[in-house]
């Protein structure tokens, strides 16, 4: 499996919000809001974490949930969030995300 | 010989902003006089920002030309129908072409507050607002939602801050509203005051009033939907969230389903 790295789009405005995550596109000021699932893979696109760690040691591990299921729903959610312009996916690690 | 023109400095103040404009067109000055008449400060008085106005070469009819904004070397750049303007935010100083008819000066208004407010923790809410009892209630809602219905049907001792625009932000007394002069349907300019915010009311039509609390994340999300967002900057994008966040955990937000009869103002 090749690695794959998540970033959240520095222009991209977000704020938790009990188990959810609200996120502002401030190119369109398009407004996502991501379920618990999705909120905690948003919260760790580091750019530096591989997404399977993120989906095996925070998804698996408090969700009843196969790795391989699991992984498959991340690949499905980061390349629709990239697709809406508010994360970055790359084969190698990011540098330039927001950085929290 | 040259003559020097005669200059005019008129200084609007909404929310406790004040922005001052200074030009030579004297029918940009009536213009503003004319529609801002409750909301002017003395000539004299200190502004927060100061635009340059001119008038503009180009004009476009009717008032649904996009707004397109751009930040870039420190500096925003407006554009909207005839309106072309540019804001040094470090100078609180900019430039302005426009027309002398409503549409410019309000869009300008509107937008450069926007802007202004995000530092603040303030916002602009598409909502009517009204001052009861002491305290300010804000209706949010699309257009159509009901928010002019709301304001006909206030009771004599309600006062009217806006049918359209709500002016909100973070005082020593919690979330404030202020009045504006930005009308919608009902065309009637609010009154220059202002009251801390009680609670808002996001409104939809029914066939009975309902009132019902909604949870902090919806609450954000559906204020946040109503916010009049200008600013493409990350920087202000979430300043606003911040300030959104911020303000639906001080103030209750209700769904309110209502019909167009006056109780509708007893029940809230």
Redesign the interface.
């Known amino acids: 499996m090749d690695p794959v790295y998540i970033a959240r789009h520095p222009a991209a405005a977000w704020r938790r919000l009990e188990d959810e995550v609200i996120v502002i596109s401030a190119s369109d000021s398009s407004l996502f809001t991501l379920n618990e699932v999705a909120a905690e893979i948003w919260e760790c696109a580091d750019g530096r974490t591989p997404l399977a760690e993120i989906v095996a040691q925070h998804i698996v591990t408090r969700y009843d949930v196969g790795f391989d299921e699991a992984y498959s729903d991340a690949r499905e959610l980061v390349e629709q969030l990239a697709g809406k312009g508010i994360l970055i996916v790359s084969g190698e690690p990011i540098t330039g995300g927001d950085g929290r | 010989m040259q003559r020097e023109s005669a200059r005019f400095r008129v200084v609007i103040n909404i929310g406790g902003l004040a922005t001052g404009f200074v030009g030579t067109d004297l029918a940009i000055a009536q213009s503003l006089e004319r529609r801002y008449h409750g909301y002017l400060a003395s000539p004299l008085a200190p502004a927060t920002c100061e635009f340059t106005v001119v008038r503009a070469t180009a004009r476009v009819e009717g008032d649904n030309a996009g707004v397109e904004i751009t930040h870039h070397d420190g500096r925003w750049f407006i554009r909207r129908g005839s309106l072309s303007a540019e804001y040094d935010p470090v100078a609180a100083r900019g430039s302005a072409h426009l027309d002398d008819r409503p549409y410019d000066i309000d869009s300008l208004l509107r937008i450069v507050h926007t802007l202004l407010l995000a530092r603040e923790g303030g916002f602009l809410l598409h909502a009517a607002s009204a001052v009861r009892d002491g305290h300010a209630l804000v209706f949010a809602g699309a257009s159509g939602a009901g928010k002019t219905t709301i304001c006909r049907l206030a009771p004599p001792d309600a006062v009217l801050l806006t049918d359209e625009i709500s002016y909100l932000r973070p005082t020593a007394y919690g979330y404030t509203a202020f009045g504006t002069p930005f009308t919608g349907e009902l065309g009637i300019p609010g009154m220059p005051i202002s009251a801390p915010v009680r609670a808002v009311y996001l409104l939809a039509h029914g066939d009975r009033t309902r009132i019902e609390p909604m949870?902090?994340?919806e609450a954000?999300?559906s204020v946040?939907?109503h916010v009049l967002?200008f600013?493409?900057?990350?920087e202000?994008?979430?300043a606003?969230?911040?300030a959104v966040?911020q303000f639906t955990r001080s103030t209750p937000v209700y769904r309110l389903e209502f019909r167009p009869e006056p109780d509708v103002w007893e029940r809230i």
């Open positions: 949870r902090p994340a954000v999300r946040l939907r967002f600013a493409t900057e990350p202000s994008v979430q606003v969230l911040n966040c």
